[in-house]
């Protein structure tokens, strides 16, 4: 599958699939008349590339990642610190916008109050 098809697929914007190429983590991608072919296990890191962009891991998280993750039996443990990390600044911006939540329903409660005056 070429990166055009690739893209248009599994909705993958090519830049993130040149940022791919750039890592050097198409060991299974052959290049056939110009253009880069992906097969099943490029799709399979492309999957997890995407997961972790969605979950908020920013390219440079990502690259480091995927380069563990093509290590794996030594890289479990800082895999899962990084997985750990995210987590809890994931709970931290929610408890941040908790937060938020209430300072917002108490500024609405207040003007409830006051228009009952």
Not at 9 to 22: A, F, N, S, V
Not at 31 to 48: A, F, I, N, P
Not at 71 to 88: A, P, Y
Request: proline share 1%; aromatic share 6%.
């Amino acid at each position: 599958m070429t990166k055009q098809e690739a893209s248009e697929r599994y909705k993958i914007p090519i830049k993130i699939l040149e940022e791919y190429e750039k890592w050097g983590l198409c060991h299974e991608v052959k290049k056939v008349m110009g253009s880069w072919q992906y097969d099943g296990s490029d799709l399979e890191r492309l999957s997890m590339i995407m997961t972790l962009h969605d979950v908020g891991f920013s390219v440079g998280e990502i690259e480091t990642y995927m380069n563990l993750l093509m290590d794996r039996d030594h890289t479990k443990k800082q895999r899962m610190e990084m997985l750990n990390q995210r987590r809890e600044s994931a709970l931290d911006e929610i408890h941040l916008k908790e937060a938020q939540l209430v300072r917002l329903d108490y500024l609405r409660h207040s003007i409830r109050e006051a228009k009952g005056s």
